[in-house]
């Protein structure tokens, strides 16, 4: 059975979701997908999508540090975007969070995200190795 966690690090669920999940033997690591928003709850770099897409990353690797994981850990990313050119200018900052092997990605452009402000969404996947993995608190 899946065990579902919220870290503290990150801003708080306001809505029916967690914003992780162990599956299996506690190495497969589902993550909800991440907006831009700070430990507040308030939007960070409202329509920017360089600023936002940082921010999101930081709360992927945040999410993921809470139970053992790095970035390197991560499999797959879902990236959701209002603008697909402006997103296109992320690469460098990508580059920050991930090294080669890149993460498998899937990039969809969508009208709009969850709040007017938000200009990008992540959700991940990754596998935090045994010797690492601690279970959520």
Avoid: C
């Avoid at 033997?25 to 999508?49: E, Y």
């Avoid at 600023?51 to 994981?69: C, M, P, S």
């Amino acid at each position: 059975m899946p065990r579902f966690f919220n870290p503290p690090t990150v801003w708080k669920p306001f809505g029916a979701f967690s914003m992780g999940a162990v599956q299996g033997d506690g190495r497969i690591v589902h993550l909800k997908g991440q907006v831009p928003l700070g430990l507040d709850g308030q939007v960070v770099g409202r329509g920017d999508m360089q600023i936002q897409t940082r921010k999101v990353l930081e709360n992927i690797r945040d999410v993921l540090a809470h139970v053992g994981g790095e970035m390197k850990d991560v499999i797959s990313l879902t990236h959701y975007v209002t603008d697909i050119r402006a997103f296109m200018t992320t690469g460098p900052i990508r580059k920050e969070f991930f090294a080669e092997p890149h993460p498998t990605t899937t990039t969809v452009e969508v009208a709009r995200l969850y709040h007017r402000d938000v200009v990008v969404e992540i959700t991940a996947v990754a596998e935090v190795p045994r010797e690492r993995f601690k279970e959520p608190a």
